[in-house]
């Protein structure tokens, strides 16, 4: 069953390519769960295209399963660099497996990101604070959870 849904949204997603899987999993009573996301925003529509495409292409007279087609929800981790790209921007939080980064995604590239915040240091000479603008290069490889911070203004 897995294989013939892959292949199913594989020529799904080839029709728009605008959209990318970010997750799939059949369980044994063959519940079958996709998760989209897009490099701009994923509409009800989508998800009912490829839901459509994959539902009309199984027989239920075959094999029972239940379809459920989701869109990437904006408290879920980043798992794929197109997610990244898509939120340049934005602020960030970035869990490595050194520390923990909250700041404006400034970059995305195909091997790190850029983060961008301000913080308060100590000043050079004298007492009290002054504000710094601080940036770091962050590589995929050492990015644990990545979550776009949601503000309210």
């Known amino acids: ?8 949204l ?8 605008t959209l990318f899987l970010i997750s799939l999993s059949v369980s044994a009573a063959n519940h079958i769960q996709i998760v989209i996301d897009g490099d ?11 839901s459509r495409a994959i539902e009309h292409h199984l027989d239920r007279e075959e094999e029972d399963f239940s379809l459920e087609v989701l ?13 990244y790209k898509k939120n340049v921007g934005r602020d960030l939080k970035v869990k490595t497996k050194q520390n923990t980064l909250e700041g404006i995604l400034v970059e995305a590239t ?11 240091e100590p000043k050079p000479s004298g007492k009290g604070k002054i504000t710094v603008e ?7 490889s050492t990015i644990v959870e990545a979550k776009v911070m949601i503000k309210f203004k």
């Open 1 to 8: 069953m897995k294989e013939k849904v892959e292949k199913l």
């Open 10 to 17: 594989e020529k799904a997603l080839n029709e728009n390519p």
């Open 40 to 50: 701009e925003a994923v509409s009800v529509q989508n998800c009912m295209d490829i």
């Open 71 to 83: 869109s990437a929800g904006v408290t879920e981790p980043l798992v794929q660099k197109r997610q």
């Open 110 to 120: 195909d091997e790190a990101i850029k983060l961008q915040w301000k913080a308060k």
């Open 134 to 140: 601080k940036e770091e290069i962050i590589p995929y």
